[in-house]
Each structure stands twice: as C-alpha cells, then as structure tokens.
C-alpha cells in the first residue's frame, strides 16, 4: 500500500496535481475473515463519496476496502454505487495465466464478501484485461518525448519488465486499464449478466448468492489505448 501511495503521489507531481487531488491510503493487508473489515481512510471515503450520489469505484487490485466498506456500512449495497473489479479468471474455464489470479489472490475473502453483498459489480477477468497489451516501440513512436510523464512512465514499464521478466520481452498488457475505460465509454464494453459467484482458496469458482453481477467479456482496446496515448500527448503540448 505504501509503495502504491508513493507512485500516485509522484504521479500526480508529473501531472502537475500535487495537492489537488484526494488521496486516501487503503488497508495494508487483506481482511481476516469475511465478517470483519479493515477500517482506513480509503474505506471511509468510498463510504462518504457513496452518499453523495452515483459513484463508481475502480480496484485494480484486491477488494479489500471495498469488502472493509460494505462491512462498515452495509446500507452502501443500496445506494447507485458501481464496483468495477479488475480480478480474478475467465468464466468457463477461460484461463490466461494457470493459478490463482493476482488480484484475487491477495484477498480471497473481500472478493466473496462484495460478490455476495448484491452491490452493483462489472468484473473484468484476466482473460480480458490481459488482451490490453502494448509494446516498447508502439509506446515510443506514440508518447515518447512528449512530457517528463509519459517518459517516465515508458521507462518504468521498461525497468519492471527487466527487474521481474529476465525473458526477451518488448511488450506489457496495461490490463489495470479497461476500469478507466468502462467509465469513460460503457459501450465499449461486452457485458454478460451472470449469477454471483464464490471463490474457493485457490480462486476457483463455487456457487455464490445468485445476486447478477455484469461479466465483462471484451472491451475496446482501440478506444482504450489510442483515447491514453491522445490525453498524454495533449498533457505534453500544454506544458510547452
């Protein structure tokens, strides 16, 4: 979490929005069990922003403060609230990467505890996020040179595939990315309603409550993709 909160506040000094923004930090670890929440301020705020009107909230990681959240104020299920979750494999068997997806598997329990709130969800599940790829050279003709953001944010991208990847590698999927997208441009969504699942301890699906929860099965990666690249080229010629 604290490594997290370090890159969105150095991000925000890229972009100029240091101190403009709210920024709240969120659990440190996974909750203990599915009947106790994590109180943070992250979890305080999506409760506070939930009263104000529609909201939607984006996890492009664990559920945890959302499961903190439901748990803390259970009226939350009722109010225009919208989880859109980055997490867990393909329905049917539609696998990307073998095992326990990584999201998921960080917090197995906040997952069953907001699948099976009733609370609005859109899950975007690894086969489908993982589709978001791009490569070295698509960044660099691109993005490259237009601002200190978006040269940081190549490199970056470079030095974690190099860190963590020691095969040739020229290419990453921003798969945290079709959460942003979908609140942009809903329509460019796929959807399936489905009934609400459980996740067994090694991310499998069980039968859940049954509440529908809306299975994003593809999204617009044109739209996704080339809508980033035009927004970080605009930001560099309005530093100029």
Known sequence: MEESRDEIDLLLRLMDLDGEIVVANGAERRIPDEATPLDSP???LIIEESRQGPLFVAFLGPLTDMASAILLDPAIVEREVVVIWIGGVGHGGLETYPGLEFNLGNDIAAANVVFGSGITVWQ????VYSQVSVGYAELEEKIGGTSELADYLIRQMVEW???????PIESRSLGDSPAVSLMLFPRGGQFRTVPAPRFGAEGHYLPGTGHPIRLVEAVDVRFLLEDMFAKIRRFGKAQT
């Open 124 to 127: 975007v599940p690894s086969n």
């Open 161 to 167: 595939n190099d860190k963590y990847h020691p095969e």
């Open 42 to 44: 992250g979890a305080r």
